[in-house]
């Protein structure tokens, strides 16, 4: 049976026509990779993932999000963006199984690690994938030093914020997904973040989230 067979996420082209959630992402984004793997984790009933294609974005994205922004999700009348606000709007709107951690501290915690990895390291990744190449050279090595200085954050067991899989961790995957493609190798002691991520790619969420183009990749050994 397919992974995707046990799931009510849909992650390409055959939405629910009553479908509540709906959301905009491109292919490779690390931040709508983010959100696709929430929805798949959630088993969001019927939601809908639209993959836009660049110069070729949706007139309804454009009157939703007039920054046209991705990843961008509707729910009925709700509009919200950037992937972190969704992430955790996800979080609320559909509690069960829950992605962040009761206690306020944790919390806190939670949201300062999310807040980081939107402004500091995908920042990073953008510069990597669209910058001259003296300054995508400067971006990949200052990436490589960031995960080099933050193993910690990938435990040998458990998950970001203890035993169970969160919203971070969701984070953590898209852009480890990544790291292949942006031309990018581990660390020196980087096995416990290799480890990391080969437990957090064999979840079936995770291989639910991935879009065509990615799953086409990876069967040719590529990212």
């Not at 660390?187 to 990615?214: D, H, K, M, N, T």
Request: with cysteine.
């Amino acid at each position: 049976m397919s992974l995707r067979a046990k799931t009510k996420y849909v992650p390409a082209a055959k939405p629910a026509s009553n479908a509540g959630v709906t959301l905009y992402c491109s292919a490779d984004q690390v931040g709508c990779h983010w959100v696709r793997l929430v929805l798949a984790e959630k088993d969001v009933p019927g939601a809908r993932v639209l993959v836009q294609v660049a110069g070729r974005l949706s007139e309804d994205l454009a009157v939703l999000n007039p920054a046209q922004s991705l990843p961008t999700l509707t729910d009925r009348e709700t509009v919200i963006y950037p992937a972190r606000l969704i992430a955790e709007f996800l979080d609320e709107r559909y509690p069960h199984p829950p992605m962040m951690p009761p206690e306020a501290a944790l919390r806190a915690r939670l949201r300062m690690a999310m807040g980081q990895l939107e402004q500091d390291w995908l920042v990073l990744v953008k510069t990597i994938e669209s910058a001259p190449a003296a300054q995508a050279r400067a971006a990949r090595k200052q990436l490589s030093d960031q995960l080099a200085a933050n193993g910690r954050l990938f435990p040998a067991r458990g998950w970001f914020l203890g035993l169970e899989f969160g919203i971070a961790d969701c984070a953590w995957a898209a852009l480890l997904w990544r790291l292949a493609s942006l031309k990018l190798q581990l660390p020196s002691g980087g096995e416990p973040i290799r480890r990391y991520a080969e437990r957090v790619f064999a979840r079936p969420a995770f291989a639910a989230s991935l879009v065509e183009s990615q799953r086409t990749a990876a069967s040719k050994g590529q990212r």
